[in-house]
């Protein structure tokens, strides 16, 4: 150890802690280069050399096995920062610089950090500290090279791919029903089952024109479709299951498929946060596009056809949202809902009911990979408008509590401006009364001088007015802003919520913003009723159960009492009648209009009720036909007798045909020459030839 390196320790770092760094980038690197890992691990040696005591010697090395490109996804780095900046490491130590940052923006921060909390560096070239300019310009350069290190490194080896990409001579791992044969050509599986699967699933596309109905297809057969396994024990094997949605997509993208060589179809690109998102490429900027590169399942032309359907086919499918930006449209919780089944994202569906738009909630997302019936499907209607009045319910007294906040907030600001005008009030009056003293001290023989002190005196004093004045004013004014203004504010937050949220001009795209500000997400569950349960922001939730909302046709069906009471009336009246009866005691049909004999009529069949004709009949009632027979005259005399109350006839339709009831012992007969109404009623009879008058006991 140098003695300039022993001078840079003093006793304030050895106080502290040692923070060993230890990093390999990948896991092959961990168990092959043994040496560089036992390497780092020696440094703890040099910190004892410079007077740690090894148990002070921390070792930071869960960061072993991750790649260092960034500083995001390395636990063990940000660890380390914390560390320093929290003033706990004395020293940091490190291969080289290159092992402890590789993004020079890292590297700078942890610089930075270190020279703030005067942290010490080691590396095996020897120790630095970064509050000192040499030695801080020095690690900041071993930074930039680092970095220039790894970019170089990646540039040749991305300019040699991309050359072997331009030539087509890449090899890119083969998609399902290609091989590279000992030339290292790509060619079709020898694999005859393997084969025929693909060329299926092309010829199903080609007959059906939809990826969902190959899936189908495939489904309803159970054929299966084979697959890599890309990891694990079994790597490279070829599994056989079920067809999916999204593996047929991948494959009717794949321009492999038609003999063409590709490169260039993705780019990876990183997030804010660190994550890695790939991208799909549009066609015109691939970087390497070779038809006929090899022979494929299906031709160029084919290809390109295949994307345009596909494209036109999409516009009809729905696709798994995630939380997305408002839309129009009245679904209230576009993107917020979540299937308590599966956990997926339902989507929504708008279906016209009289001229209105109304949203149903759908999971279909297994259902389209799959080629199954639908998770879920709930009508939104009923949810949005339960939604609407919890957060009414919800929010006013939070509103409330807000304003008071800001209330009570901007009290304290206006006492503080207050304290600050009696200060200077304060000053005023102390001025003041210096010059009292002054002009009383001094000579009154000494006019001139005693002239000039009075009126600075009387100055002072009218100051002394004027500030208090002032301070008074403010004050009066200040009362005025909290007390009238504000309490208005605070009423009008407590209740402008639920009048802007029922304010039919209120677009929906505002009210949905208004749910995303106050709820986190809702999950559904629909069973014998929907159970919702709402995660607020914040972390409350709630749960609440609705009955299922009812279905179009439940909505429009007849009342129970209702379909009672026309089952009553049958027994003696018609359908006209029953209409009027009801229409009297107001009751209103499934439709919500007024009853007519057609409708009653419609009732009592789709009821099955016992129609009027029946019950009549059952009660012994005789038709005009078997009445007529029995009393042996024409049937249309019948009709006359009953219209002269001869005998007992009861309508059993509108259009007044009659059952009769039975005439009895003493049935009328045919009395020529007697004027009907002189024969009374029935149960008269009238004895011929003698015409006298007979009545019954
Ligand atoms: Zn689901």
Redesign the pocket.
């Known amino acids: 150890m140098t003695q300039e390196a022993l001078q840079k320790v003093k006793a304030s770092h050895l106080k502290r802690n040692a923070y060993l760094y230890v990093r390999q980038s990948t896991l092959r690197q961990v168990f092959e280069n043994t040496e560089s890992t036992q390497r780092q691990y020696a440094l703890r040696q040099r910190a004892v050399a410079l007077g740690w005591p090894l148990d002070r010697v921390v070792i930071i090395d869960t960061d072993l096995g991750q790649s260092g490109a960034s500083a995001a996804d390395r636990e063990g780095f940000q660890r380390l920062v914390t560390e320093v900046s929290l003033g706990r490491a004395g020293i940091v130590l490190g291969l080289e610089v290159s092992r402890l940052a590789r993004n020079s923006m890292d590297w700078h921060r942890l610089l930075e950090i270190c020279a703030l909390a005067d942290t010490l560096i080691l590396d095996e070239d020897g120790v630095y500290d970064p509050a000192h300019f040499n030695d801080r310009l020095l690690l900041g350069l071993k930074g930039t090279m680092s970095e220039a290190e790894l970019h170089v490194l990646r540039a040749r080896l991305q300019g040699g791919i991309r050359n072997k990409a331009r030539r087509g001579e890449l090899f890119v791992r083969p998609p399902m029903g290609f091989v590279y044969n000992s030339d290292a050509k790509l060619v079709m599986d020898p694999d005859q089952q393997v084969q025929q699967s693909v060329r299926l699933l092309f010829e199903t596309f080609r007959r059906t024109g939809s990826a969902m109905a190959t899936v189908k297809y495939f489904t309803e057969r159970a054929l299966q479709f084979p697959r890599h396994l890309h990891t694990g024990p079994k790597k490279g094997d070829v599994v056989w299951a079920g067809l999916e949605h999204s593996r047929v997509l991948r494959i009717l993208h794949n321009p492999r498929y038609a003999g063409a060589f590709v490169y260039g179809r993705t780019h990876a690109r990183k997030t804010v946060d660190g994550a890695c998102v790939i991208e799909d490429v549009p066609r015109d900027e691939w970087e390497v596009l070779i038809r006929g590169a090899h022979t494929g399942y299906i031709g160029w032309d084919e290809y390109e056809q295949n994307q345009r359907r596909l494209r036109d086919n999409r516009q009809a499918y729905g696709e798994d949202r995630r939380k997305s930006p408002p839309r129009e449209g009245p679904a209230l919780l576009q993107g917020l809902l979540i299937?308590?089944?599966?956990?997926?994202r339902?989507t929504v569906r708008y279906h016209s009911r009289r001229g209105r738009m109304v949203p149903d909630y759908v999971?279909?997302?297994?259902g389209i990979e799959h080629a199954e019936p639908?998770?879920?499907h709930i009508p939104g209607a009923a949810i949005d408008e339960e939604i609407g009045n919890i957060l009414i319910e919800a929010v006013t007294p939070v509103a409330i509590e807000v304003a008071l906040a800001v209330q009570q907030e901007l009290q304290y600001r206006l006492d503080e401006a207050d304290r600050l005008r009696q200060q200077q009030v304060e000053r005023a009056r102390y001025d003041a009364e210096l010059a009292r003293r002054r002009y009383i001290r001094v000579d009154p023989d000494h006019r001139l001088v005693a002239d000039s002190l009075e009126a600075d005196w009387n100055d002072k004093l009218r100051l002394l007015a004027e500030a208090q004045e002032a301070c008074e004013h403010q004050r009066a004014q200040d009362r005025k802003t909290i007390d009238d203004q504000q309490r208005k504010a605070i009423l009008s937050l407590a209740t402008s919520f639920p009048q802007l949220w029922r304010d039919p001009s209120t677009p929906d795209r505002e009210r949905k913003r208004m749910v995303r500000l106050l709820l986190e997400d809702v999950t559904v569950i629909r069973a014998d009723h929907l159970t919702l349960h709402i995660r607020f922001k914040g972390g409350a939730h709630r749960t609440i159960q609705l009955p299922l909302p009812k279905r179009s046709w439940e909505q429009k069906q007849t009342k129970q009492e209702v379909v009672a009471a026309i089952d009553q009336l049958l027994g003696d009246h018609t359908y006209q009648e029953i209409a009027a009866i009801l229409n009297i005691q107001g009751l209103r049909s499934g439709e919500g209009k007024p009853f007519t004999a057609r409708i009653v009529a419609r009732i009592q069949r789709s009821y099955e009720l016992q129609s009027r004709y029946d019950r009549l009949r059952k009660a012994g009632m005789l038709t005009a036909q078997e009445m007529a027979q029995m009393l042996g005259v024409h049937p249309q005399r019948i009709n006359i007798w009953k219209r002269h109350g001869l005998i007992r006839g009861h309508a059993y339709n509108d259009k007044n045909d009659c059952l009769y009831e039975h005439p009895g012992e003493n049935p009328p007969r045919k009395a020529q020459g007697v004027k009907l109404s002189k024969r009374v009623a029935a149960g008269v009879v009238i004895t011929q030839g003698m015409k006298e008058v007979q009545y019954e006991a």
Request: charged share 30%; hydrophobic share 15%; net charge positive.
């Open positions: 299937c308590g089944r599966c956990g997926k339902m999971c279909q997302r297994e639908i998770c879920q």
